[in-house]
């Protein structure tokens, strides 16, 4: 049985063999009605491109990458990181769009592996965890491999961004504990050379004029509970603590209950991203809502755009919504 061909399709469709590519790859404009004779066709003789075959007549990969530098233990109780994938597959699903996901242990594997993407493994990448001077920015735009920045990156850069406002809802949390009656407020933030870190950590000395009870923390429960450990031995604790994620903010309110304190009535907590068992804790965990499945569709829509060769730009992504829960009420009157 010889085997099916675009020819084929072509000639059952009425059309010409490029018109079949483009009707398939979505790379050119083509007519509903142009698309749905070559789809109907094609079904019709049952043919399916082969992914080979696609990459040699695009000259692409067909997959785009996400390259983490991250301990995977961090990844694996962090609750970003899936709603992010989620909302990047939801765009890449439909175009039948491989996603590869590649976790490195240190910089000079995160070289290795950025080099080998540009040399035809993927199309292009998501830069997640962005650093104040990111030394991979300028390693991309060498490799010439379409990047999106998935952060508020401030230097110059070619690439596309998807940028979102962190330093809004840290404002509005120390308003309402200051409203409150709150004087001592401390932050645990995550590591200041991440960009999203810095910028919470700085609205908070902003808000507060200084960082003595700022602590830098990693995202883990564990430097959540030491830190939390830390700022509440001094007899003059903060009355409140807000954490840059929900890992470390639940790790501080399990320590200061172990230590005998009530929360809210003794000590407010707050954190970060809005995990999903934390509007069900005991009491439930006032956080930030970040939504990440919806910047995972925006760096995904940017990504695939500037691979079909769109001029970069920025999209301003206002998912970043305070959910204030007991965990910061007021304490009742005695």
Not at 6 to 24: C, Q
Not at 138 to 163: E, H, I, K, M
Not at 304 to 323: K, S, W, Y
Request: proline share 6%.
């Amino acid at each position: 049985m010889t085997r099916t061909t675009i020819a084929d399709v072509a000639r059952e469709a009425g059309v010409t063999k490029a018109t079949v590519s483009h009707a398939l790859s979505g790379n050119r404009p083509i007519s509903t009605e142009t698309r749905d004779r070559v789809l109907a066709a094609a079904e019709r003789l049952n043919w399916v491109p082969s992914q080979s075959a696609r990459a040699l007549a695009t000259r692409r990969a067909n997959a785009i990458a996400v390259v983490l530098a991250r301990d995977p233990e961090v990844i694996a109780n962090d609750s970003y990181f899936p709603a992010f994938i989620a909302g990047v597959e939801s765009v890449l699903a439909p175009t039948e769009t491989a996603l590869i996901l590649q976790v490195v242990p240190d910089r000079a594997a995160e070289e290795r592996a950025y080099r080998a993407l540009s040399r035809g493994r993927a199309d292009g990448a998501l830069l997640l965890d962005l650093r104040t001077d990111d030394w991979r920015v300028s390693l991309l735009d060498g490799l010439n491999l379409p990047t999106v920045l998935v952060g508020a990156y401030d230097r110059p850069t070619r690439f596309s961004c998807v940028r979102t406002d962190d330093a809004a809802p840290i404002r509005e949390i120390i308003d309402k504990l200051r409203a409150d009656g709150h004087e001592r407020i401390a932050h645990v933030s995550g590591p200041l050379d991440y960009v999203h870190s810095k910028a919470r950590a700085d609205a908070y000395t902003d808000a507060m004029g200084g960082g003595d009870l700022l602590r830098e923390g990693d995202f883990t429960a564990a430097s959540g509970r030491r830190l939390t450990a830390e700022l509440l031995a001094p007899p003059n604790r903060p009355s409140a603590i807000l954490y840059a994620n929900d890992t470390m903010a639940i790790a501080g309110l399990s320590y200061a209950r172990s230590q005998g304190l009530s929360i809210p009535r003794d000590l407010a907590i707050s954190g970060f991203d809005d995990d999903h068992l934390s509007a069900h804790l005991s009491p439930a965990l006032t956080s930030v809502s970040s939504d990440p499945a919806a910047r995972g569709r925006a760096a995904a829509r940017l990504l695939r755009e500037d691979i079909l060769g769109a001029e970069p730009r920025t999209e301003i992504v206002d998912c970043n919504v305070v959910h204030f829960r007991e965990s910061t009420e007021p304490a009742s009157p005695a």
